[in-house]
């Protein structure tokens, strides 16, 4: 239990007035009738680019989902603090609107609805016209109206990515982005990120 291993690739400030942008304290985490993770301690900055890696039932994904209020994770000790304020006992949509954006492993988009529609529900009405504009170099391989669920695995981690990234939300959490797919994503650099990752 806890064999996580954390690096920072990038450090953002670190002034003695500047106070992380998420505490996580003393966090227990239990999954079913697992307890997952005992005890973990986490900050980070305004600007901090960190990677968590570690074997297989460690935690990693736990960690994301505790922290992004989703189930099964469930927290029985311990706290999350992000922008000062405690979000411990917040839903995953009340944590959202905060400004935490999550890249799910799976489950990531709804397959039901077309490409525009899903990146409407993530980025407002001009989601589309947004992820173009960004990502030009895959706007070609994503018709508008084509169904989400008509995509390869690739191709659903493309828009996941920018549903993620493009929201105007402080922190991202992406669990195993680049799992299963050969393109290498570049978290923006004004953006606050947490990646989980195999690497």
């Known amino acids: ?9 990038r450090q953002g400030a670190r002034a003695l007035d500047v106070r992380p942008l998420l505490l996580v304290k003393s966090l227990c985490v239990r ?6 993770l005992d005890s973990i301690d986490l900050e980070v900055y305004e600007g901090d680019h960190v990677r968590i890696t570690g074997p297989n039932g460690c935690g990693k994904s736990t960690l994301l989902n505790a922290i992004a209020g989703i189930a099964p994770a469930k927290i029985e000790g311990g706290h999350v603090h992000f922008q000062d304020m405690d979000i411990t006992s917040w ?3 009340e944590r ?5 954006a999550y890249m799910r492993q799976v489950d990531n988009i709804f397959p039901s609805l077309t490409i525009r529609e899903n990146l409407i529900m993530a980025l407002g009405r001009d989601g589309y016209e947004q992820f173009a504009q960004v990502f030009p170099e895959w706007v070609g391989d994503f018709p508008p109206n084509k169904r989400a669920g008509q995509l390869s695995g690739g191709q659903r981690k493309k828009v996941a ?21 050969a393109h290498r994503f570049e ?5 606050t990120y947490i990646m989980v990752t195999h690497q």
């Open 187 to 191: 978290p923006p650099e004004t953006k």
């Open 1 to 9: 239990m806890n064999n996580l291993e954390i690096t920072w690739i």
């Open 91 to 93: 839903s995953s949509h």
């Open 31 to 36: 999954v079913g009738v697992r307890q997952v």
């Open 161 to 181: 990515w920018g549903m993620t990234v493009l929201r105007n939300a402080p922190l991202i959490l992406a669990d195993e982005p680049e799992a299963g797919v």
């Open 96 to 100: 959202a609107r905060q400004g935490i």
